[in-house]
């Protein structure tokens, strides 16, 4: 038996997982990448959880679609934060609105980490801001959930491999419902 609160988040999932906004792979592919990579990490419950729900905001009302098709920002970060919210503590809605925000990091202090980023990321990334300035970079540092933005931006970027499989979203079942507060 299924809890009612997975049900809504798996059936919203369901609803856009198909699509792939630009990358190689659709977003249920993704989500379940980022999600196995996490576990391959040894994170804790709760930053699985982060890595699996990151990109919920591109599914709600296909947000995700916005920056190819639109040229526009969904901020699909600030929406699935809020969505998560009802249901989850900070542990992982933090990192889930601070992942595009590591982004901008990763790209104005790591030499390279743009160059790596997917064509969708790239043009994600000109529509959220760019590399963060150095006044950014300091403020961004000191945020309660800066180390687990980070990683859980790493396992975004990690997370887009061809023919990859790895176990879907209903086997985190438990795990999601663990972590609900």
Sequence with gaps: MTDPRFDRIAALIARFGTHSYGEEVTQIGHIEQCAQLAIEAGENDAMIVAALLHDIGHFIDDAGNMAKALGQDARHQELGAAFLARWFGPEVT???????????????????????????????????????????????????????????????????????????????HDRIVAVMI
């Design 94 to 172: 933090e990192p889930v609105r601070l992942h595009v925000a590591a982004k901008r990091y990763l790209c104005a202090v790591e030499p390279g980490y743009t160059q790596g980023l997917s064509s969708a990321s790239k043009l994600s990334l000109s529509l959220q801001g760019g590399a963060m300035s150095a006044d950014e970079i300091a403020v961004f540092k000191t945020r309660p959930w800066f180390a687990q933005a980070v990683r859980l931006r790493r396992y975004d970027d990690e997370g887009k491999r061809i023919d990859w499989a790895v176990p879907d979203l209903a086997s985190h």
